[in-house]
């Protein structure tokens, strides 16, 4: 899959959703997020992402994409909770990707390890964000 200028979407839809999620356990008085819990926000986004395989392959949808997508989040989350700050080798590899990878064509997995990187990069800055906020 390739585009012709930098798309919006791939990189601020799964940002955003990932930052609401991650900000979820602090906002919300409900039982399935307990505060200071990093798995309920990616369950909730791993849900979430099945909204792909309603979108045509054209626009980066499918099954390819969901598994990228979600073996990006288990690579961003399973060593997060071994090594407190494997967070920012996730945010800086989401960033490079979102600089570079719309310039070339790419199957529709490595789409999905974009989405899904950014996805939990978003997780981890509004899950710190409401941490230290609210």
């Known amino acids: 899959m390739k585009w012709e200028s930098p798309p919006l979407w791939p990189v601020a839809a799964p940002s955003l959703v990932g930052f609401a999620a991650g900000c979820m356990p602090y ?9 200071g819990s ?3 926000p990616f369950w909730l986004v791993a849900i ?3 909204i792909l395989l309603a979108l045509p392959a054209e626009r980066g949808g499918g099954a390819e994409t969901l598994a990228g997508a ?4 288990v690579f961003a989350l399973l060593p997060q909770m071994l090594f407190f700050v494997w ?3 996730v945010i800086l590899i989401w960033f490079h990707q979102s600089v570079f990878v719309w310039r070339k064509s790419y199957p529709l997995f490595r789409i999905g390890i974009w989405l899904g990187l950014g996805a ?3 997780i981890f800055l509004g899950s710190i964000l409401a941490f230290n906020a609210i």
């Open 120 to 122: 939990s990069s978003g």
């Open 38 to 40: 990093i798995l309920a």
């Open 87 to 89: 967070f920012v080798p």
């Open 70 to 73: 979600w073996a990006a989040m």
């Open 27 to 35: 906002i919300s008085d409900s039982s399935y997020f307990p505060e």
């Open 48 to 50: 979430l992402f099945v």
